[in-house]
Nanobody
Framework: QVQLVESGGGLVQAGGSLRLSCAAS????????MGWFRQAPGQVRDFVAA????????YYADSVKGRFTISRDNTKNTLYLQMNSQKPEDTAVYYC?????????????????WGQGTQVTVSS
């Protein structure tokens, strides 16, 4: 099991940028695929981005492709999400999650461990 703590959320104007971090503790962070998901009020939790254990392969939802970048530093046990050119529809609670099996990494139920989330609000 890995414990995950997100940080870096906040209020930003449309067109602005934020960088989220997800600090992991526990065993073998480098063995997990990692993902970011988000949930807006009244909505289901949606896939945002994911990254393989090595960091060499990344995946993005169409809605964030070209604007968001997922990355990881296995030496620091930390996952990142750089969010640029933000839009009001990016407003949500953002969660990081760990996937031990490293399969179906665009699907929330495939993830084993979740953080508590960090709020991102984009004003128009």
């Amino acid at each position: 099991q890995v414990q995950l703590v997100e940080s870096g959320g906040g209020l930003v104007q449309a067109g602005g940028s934020l960088r989220l971090s997800c600090a992991a503790s526990g065993r073998a962070f480098g063995n997990y695929a990692m993902g970011w998901f988000r949930q807006a009020p009244g909505q289901v939790r949606d896939f945002v981005a994911a990254i393989t254990w090595s960091g060499l392969i990344t995946y993005y939802a169409d809605s964030v492709k070209g604007r968001f970048t997922i990355s990881r530093d296995n030496t620091k046990n930390t996952l990142y999400l750089q969010m640029n050119s933000q839009k009001p529809e990016d407003t949500a609670v953002y969660y990081c999650a760990a996937n031990r099996a490293q399969r179906n990494i665009k699907l929330g139920p495939s993830y084993d461990d979740w953080g508590q989330g960090t709020q991102v609000t984009v004003s128009s």
